[in-house]
């Protein structure tokens, strides 16, 4: 008996719908991958006002009133300062009550600031460094441990990480040449590795000098709203000027782990009022106490 013949070749119908869907899977995931990959980029209404990278111009400064009955609710909001170093103001990150409170538990015990010796790791005094200073620990009171956990939410950064928080006073004339934050001796980076980041909260307003200036940062320095305010060492690269309740937030790293030299930074002298800042330091490895 002669069996019955059936073609194995499919229709060509079938054959040219599927070679269509497989093309436009490919396409998509082509476009996709370079969507991702940054090579292309979906167009914008609104594109030819983008602010440019390093352009300062684009700090929008914005002055909250402040009175007796909504000091404590301050609007607050972060603010993009440079991508070179990466640094950050988050405005009234402190309240008024959180400022007084660090000053007071402070005074009593500031000592002459010393800096780190790069042979030995230990404290050493020096004349690039001459303000006051003292630490308070980590985790000491309820009120410590409410700004700690404050910072780890800003900073993605876990509270285990952190140093203890120094708390500094600049009288008139006194200064902190630029320096760096991170390590460059093996002594210091045996407790919770190098330093990645660093926030400085501002405790007081500042009447004259006193600003933080990155000297090696890359920007239009004098595009700042605040330009015409500061002193002529803030001058001399992209500076932020003291407010109290205000934190400044720089790494040290860069994203690949290297050591970021454009986050150069110091205080300048201060010429009139009166200065305090709490500065935070945080390691890549948690930091014990």
């Not at 780190?116 to 460094?129: L, N, P």
Request: hydrophobic letters at 35%; aromatic letters at 10%.
């Amino acid at each position: 008996m002669v069996k019955p013949r059936y073609s194995r070749l499919p229709t060509r119908k079938s054959s040219s719908l599927t070679m269509v869907l497989t093309m436009l899977v490919m396409f998509t995931f082509v476009i996709l991958t370079l969507l991702a990959l940054g090579f292309l980029s979906i167009p914008n209404s609104s594109g030819g006002n983008l602010p440019k990278a390093n352009d300062l111009s684009s700090i929008v400064r914005t002055t909250v009133g402040r009175s007796e009955e909504d000091e404590g609710k301050r609007e607050q909001w972060v603010e993009l300062l440079s991508w070179e170093p990466r640094s950050f103001i988050y405005h009234n990150f402190l309240t008024k009550e959180e400022c007084e409170y660090l000053v007071t538990m402070a005074k009593p015990h500031m000592q002459k600031s010393t800096v780190v010796d790069s042979e030995t790791g230990k404290s050493k005094d020096s004349r690039v460094r001459t303000s006051y200073g003292t630490f308070l620990a980590r985790g000491r009171d309820k009120v410590i441990r409410k700004i700690e956990k404050r910072i780890a939410d800003f900073t993605f950064l876990p509270v285990e990480h952190g140093e203890g928080l120094q708390v500094l006073h600049y009288e008139v004339g006194q200064k902190y040449e630029p320096h760096y934050d991170y390590f460059l001796d093996e002594f210091s980076t045996r407790n919770g590795g190098q330093r990645i980041a660093t926030i400085l909260m501002y405790l007081t307003d500042v009447e004259e000098g006193g600003e933080t200036v990155f000297p090696a940062a890359k920007g239009n320095f004098s595009s700042v709203p605040w330009w015409n305010e500061l002193s002529e060492c803030g001058k001399g690269g992209l500076s932020v000027k003291p407010k109290m309740g205000d934190a400044l937030l720089f790494w040290s790293m860069k994203p690949d782990a290297t050591l970021d030299t454009s986050s150069l930074h110091g205080g300048c002298p201060l010429i009139k009022g009166n200065k305090w800042s709490a500065t935070k330091w945080i390691r890549v490895n948690e930091y014990k106490v």
